[in-house]
């Protein structure tokens, strides 16, 4: 049985890899910080880390990009896209007005993961701008708070699945700014995953570090792929960390790491001088389910 390490139970990563494995029994690890979910893999402790990159609203969660390139050397293994369905959660019964509807003028806190609280900075505003917004270390872990803390006119912002785990009640559903709001996955592991599932794609992830004081080397790296006609889906610059100015190229090309023509590119880019590093090359997973996730949740 595969051993899994993610953020605590009920966050949106718990419900993405529900999703992902399906009726596979996987044993599930719950950590509190993501951190914790990066080591757990490092020293052996489970076989495979979920780690959500990126998101339709925020773009890059860039602590987590930090840790995949510079904290740990653990391949990237498969990628899959899931709805990041945000709700507004606490007990019902302490926001009740005189009506029997939900008085937001008695929230004083919203908690919630950073990345999920700016998803939803439209709705506090326009229903709750009296309330102070505490950013803690995941959705699961704001709905756990809110349990512990009754009668303080405390919420979270989190998913069903983390309302459904604490007992607590959804009191506003898909409180994102955006409906078409994903994040994306990937699960990392020193070994292929083996999914009994249909990929829609092969991706292989790599870093480009480019020499010093050399004029036009991004523009030839990316020339080695474009005459190839090679897909890039993705490109983005982040801080090497060693010196102030200086700055790798995070880039997804869409094809295999032992595709003859992606080989060469990169034979090239490091002729050039540049340093290349191979995170992973992996199968990638659309998200097909069309039914209400959250209806789906709590009919389980």
């Known amino acids: 049985m595969k051993r899994i390490a993610l953020l605590p139970e009920g966050s949106v990563s718990h419900e993405a890899v529900v999703h992902l494995f399906g009726d596979e029994p996987?044993?599930?690890?719950y950590y509190k910080q993501i951190s914790d979910v990066f080591r757990a893999t490092v020293l052996g402790k489970s076989d495979y880390s979920v780690i959500p990159i990126e998101n339709t609203i925020e773009g890059s969660v860039s602590l987590h990009m930090d840790w995949l390139v510079n904290e740990v050397d653990v391949p990237m293994q498969s990628e899959w896209v899931y709805p990041s369905i945000q709700n507004l959660i606490g007990d019902r019964k302490e926001f009740l007005s005189e009506d029997g509807g939900i008085d937001y003028s008695k929230i004083t806190k919203i908690l919630s993961h950073p990345v999920a609280a700016a998803q939803c900075l439209q709705f506090i505003r326009e229903h709750a701008p009296q309330a102070e917004i505490e950013n803690v270390g995941s959705t699961s872990e704001a709905v756990h708070i809110v349990k512990n803390n009754p009668g303080q006119g405390w919420t979270a912002i989190g998913t069903a699945l983390g309302a459904l785990t604490h007992n607590l009640d959804v009191m506003a559903e898909r409180v994102t700014d955006h409906d078409n709001n994903f994040t994306r996955f990937v699960l990392i592991g020193p070994d292929p995953v083996g999914l009994q599932l249909e990929?829609?794609?092969?991706?292989?992830?790599?870093?480009?570090?480019?020499?010093?004081?050399?004029?036009?080397?991004l523009h030839q790296v990316l020339s080695a792929f474009a005459w190839r006609r090679l897909n890039l889906s993705r490109i983005e610059s982040r801080p090497t960390k060693k010196k102030l100015g200086n700055y790798y190229f995070y880039i997804d090309v869409l094809a295999e790491d032992s595709a003859v023509l992606l080989q060469s590119a990169i034979s090239e880019i490091e002729a050039l001088?540049?340093?290349?590093?191979?995170?992973?090359?992996?199968p990638c997973y659309t998200y097909k389910r069309h039914s209400d996730v959250n209806q789906s949740i709590s009919e389980q």
């Open 199 to 217: 990929s829609n794609q092969m991706k292989t992830s790599i870093t480009v570090t480019l020499p010093e004081d050399f004029p036009g080397a």
């Open 273 to 282: 001088g540049c340093q290349v590093r191979v995170l992973g090359s992996y």
């Open 26 to 29: 996987v044993e599930l690890l």
